[in-house]
């Protein structure tokens, strides 16, 4: 179905499974060329494909090896096809151009955007389609091959394994495939000169199970400095959250400071504003990796659903800093329950509404909820719960209705008391503690 939160963005007519994306990208000039590849179906009978495309001008296009008519207009990119039957396979090829720009909107800037040396993409919610030509919902995840040629004084950073890495006269083509499905605004291409290599292990920690990379130039030795801590975040949560999605994880530091940090599968993009040594940097690194597990593997079916993502990623800091040995859950919770207890509460958490689903209540609502689900269940039953939830819906869509059937079967008793008043009303319920 539409997601109303985001108007006239994807399409519920189409499942695009697999992207395959080649790009030309001249840094200088900011000049993008592309070649999209995507295989999937459409999901009812139709003479027309609509796919997500914002300020590129597209040159060519084909459906099932046929040249089809095609017009572009407000984001979206219109495909004239032959009539087509409900769930028949379509491979739609579509070469375009232009200088990308963010998208510009409710949520500030999002998408392609060009640094003073170097490319971001912060692609969450609507910014995918400033690069490629997609199905941009967060329910339609797919697998991605994605190749930059772009000059060789640059490394690129893109979902995935780096399986291939070719020069050509001065320039490279960086080859990334992920064959584990991620949400189009998750794809991400970092363009910089960077320097990569492992996150050293902290003395007395043990390392990550699984690698832990390093992208970055000015700040490289900050970030050396800083980001071992890793090492012992990731072993805290997959104690507390179950088995690492992915195969390994990266963090891309730009020269540029950044408003926020960004999550992308399986890489985070950090500013140098975000490698200093007190709580606010160290809760925003482990809110990035959090991201791994809810938000990236586990991804929201509709946008309504974000407090799945950005709940759990809150509550996780306040985790983190009762696994390394500062302020407890408890003690984080009273904190930000008083704070949100003299504001304005006008936010039902489970549906938000489009404008305000970035709102920091809907992150620190959503993690009390959670810690007050915790102590409703007490520890062993909602550890074992989140385990199993990240276990059972690994790499696939979640929603609100989802996880209530889910926490019900691990309680195995109607849990209502505590869930309605935090997710489906605007008044703040009483906080529950620990009993000491």
């Given at each position: 179905m539409p997601d109303s939160y985001t108007p006239g963005v994807g399409t519920p007519d189409l499942h695009i499974d697999h992207y395959d994306i080649d790009?030309?990208?001249?840094?200088?000039?900011?000049?993008?060329?592309?070649?999209?590849?995507?295989?999937?179906?459409?999901?009812?009978?139709?003479?027309?494909?609509?796919?997500?495309?914002?300020?590129?001008?597209?040159?060519?296009?084909?459906?099932?090896?046929?040249?089809?008519?095609?017009?572009?207009?407000?984001?979206?990119?219109?495909?004239t096809t032959e009539p087509l039957a409900r769930n028949q396979p379509v491979r739609i090829d579509i070469a375009y151009a232009g200088n990308p720009q963010p998208a510009i909107g409710t949520w500030g800037d999002i998408g392609w955007e060009e640094l003073e040396d170097g490319v971001l993409v912060?692609?969450?919610?609507?910014?995918?389609?400033?690069?490629?030509?997609c199905n941009d919902h967060p329910s339609?995840?797919?697998?991605?091959?994605?190749?930059?040629?772009?000059?060789?004084?640059?490394t690129v950073v893109s979902n995935g394994d780096l399986v291939e890495k070719v020069r050509r006269a001065g320039r490279t083509a960086w080859t990334f495939q992920s064959g584990t499905p991620l949400a189009t605004y998750l794809a991400t291409v970092q363009i910089g000169r960077y320097r990569q290599g492992p996150i050293a292990v902290p003395l007395n920690s043990a390392p990550s199970p699984v690698p832990l990379g390093l992208f970055a130039a000015e700040h490289w030795n900050r970030a050396a400095l800083r980001?071992?801590?890793?090492?012992?975040?990731?072993?805290?949560?997959?104690?507390?959250?179950?088995?690492?999605?992915?195969?390994?994880?990266?963090?891309?530091?730009?020269?540029?400071?950044?408003?926020?940090?960004?999550?992308?599968?399986p890489l985070?993009?950090?500013?140098?504003?975000?490698?200093?040594?007190?709580?606010?940097?160290?809760?925003?690194?482990?809110?990035?990796?959090?991201?791994?597990?809810?938000?990236?593997?586990?991804?929201?079916?509709?946008?309504?659903?974000?407090?799945?993502?950005?709940?759990?990623?809150?509550?996780?800091?306040?985790?983190?800093?009762?696994?390394?040995?500062?302020?407890?859950a408890d003690e984080w919770a009273l904190r930000w329950y008083e704070s949100l207890a003299v504001s304005p509460?006008?936010?039902?958490?489970?549906?938000?509404?489009?404008?305000?689903?970035?709102?920091?209540?809907?992150?620190?609502?959503?993690?009390?909820?959670?810690?007050a689900l915790r102590v409703n269940l007490g520890d062993a039953v909602?550890?074992?719960?989140?385990?199993?939830?990240t276990t059972r819906y690994r790499h696939s869509s979640v929603d609100t209705a989802e996880f209530?059937?889910?926490?019900?079967?691990?309680?195995?008793?109607?849990?209502?008391?505590?869930?309605?008043?935090?997710?489906?009303?605007?008044?703040?319920?009483?906080?529950?503690?620990?009993?000491?």
């Open positions: 790009l030309d990208y001249r840094i200088g000039p900011n000049r993008l060329s592309g070649r999209a590849r995507l295989t999937g179906r459409v999901l009812t009978e139709t003479t027309a494909i609509l796919l997500d495309l914002t300020g590129m001008r597209v040159t060519k296009a084909s459906v099932n090896g046929r040249k089809v008519r095609f017009a572009a207009r407000a984001g979206k990119l219109r495909l912060a692609g969450q919610p609507i910014g995918a389609s400033t690069w490629f030509p339609n995840k797919a697998t991605f091959r994605i190749t930059v040629l772009t000059e060789s004084e640059y980001l071992p801590v890793q090492h012992d975040m990731m072993n805290a949560f997959i104690e507390l959250f179950g088995p690492y999605p992915f195969d390994r994880y990266d963090v891309v530091v730009t020269n540029e400071e950044l408003e926020i940090p960004l999550e992308s599968q985070s993009v950090l500013g140098p504003n975000h490698l200093g040594p007190e709580w606010e940097s160290e809760r925003l690194i482990a809110h990035e990796l959090a991201h791994q597990w809810f938000g990236n593997s586990l991804t929201p079916r509709q946008w309504s659903d974000i407090w799945l993502n950005e709940g759990f990623a809150c509550y996780a800091e306040w985790l983190w800093s009762e696994a390394s040995g500062r302020m407890s509460q006008d936010i039902v958490l489970a549906d938000p509404g489009g404008p305000g689903m970035f709102d920091d209540r809907v992150y620190k609502r959503g993690a009390l909820f959670l810690h909602f550890f074992d719960g989140v385990r199993e939830w209530i059937a889910h926490f019900t079967r691990i309680a195995g008793r109607s849990i209502a008391e505590v869930v309605d008043p935090w997710l489906f009303r605007t008044a703040l319920p009483q906080l529950p503690h620990h009993e000491v």
